[in-house]
């Protein structure tokens, strides 16, 4: 069942009060459209209980904005939500990461979630390679995902909004590392679900590093 502003609805009794459930609830696909954020592929979450987020496809399915009856929870930087292909990986020594964070849910990872640093690329298959650079918090933060599915779920009188999508941190004689990611909220409900699966499909082994940057 469906509880939305104080009462409890079948499926039935929910389609009997509107013509499409995206009255209440849905997942919408968008695409902003100006400065910094110029052509960023977006998701926007309403559950109908006053819950509110936007997951950013184009960076790695985090999320972005989020409010609860009109009280914003996540953390917005003067960077803004930044177009990855403006982002320096090895910029500013490394810490071009700064000029790139900004949301309630920033991922890192996902060989590397520290600081700057040069270590030896013992994980790469290419004797000419001696050292790989990471920079700040690592790369996949910044790398948009392949959208696999998204929209509303119905089973029996629940309905769950849910995306889901592959992000892939990959290179020739390195890492191919595949973030799978699903999201999930339930219309009415008032509380997010995020699932993650790391899969190495490279032949060798890779180091893997995983973190949750949280931001209100």
């Known amino acids: 069942m469906v509880e939305l502003y104080g009462k409890t609805l079948s499926r039935r009794q929910l389609a009997e009060r509107s013509g499409q459930l995206s009255q209440f609830a849905g997942v919408r696909l968008m695409t902003l459209g100006d400065g910094v954020e110029r052509g960023i592929r977006m998701l926007e979450f309403r559950t109908g209980s006053g819950l509110r987020f936007t997951v950013l496809v184009d960076r790695a399915l985090d999320i972005a904005d989020c409010d609860f ?8 930087s003067p960077s803004g939500f930044r177009h ?44 000419g390679r001696k050292t790989v650079l990471h920079s700040l918090h690592g790369r996949v933060g910044t790398i948009p ?32 590392l595949h973030l799978i990611r699903r999201i999930e909220a339930d219309v009415g409900g008032n509380e997010i679900r995020l699932s993650d699966h790391v899969v190495n499909h490279g032949f060798n082994r890779t180091p893997h590093m995983y973190f949750y940057h949280v931001n209100v």
């Open 84 to 127: 990855p292909g403006l982002h320096e990986y090895e910029g500013e020594g490394g810490l071009a990461w700064a000029r790139s964070f900004s949301g309630l849910l920033v991922t890192c990872g996902l060989d590397h979630i520290l600081g700057r640093e040069d270590v030896p690329a013992d994980s790469y298959n290419y004797p």
């Open 69 to 76: 009856k009109g009280q914003a929870i996540g953390w917005h």
């Open 145 to 176: 995902a392949r959208l696999t599915g998204y929209g509303e779920r119905w089973d029996g009188d629940r309905c769950v909004l849910w995306a889901e999508g592959i992000v892939q941190q990959s290179a020739v004689f390195g890492e191919d």
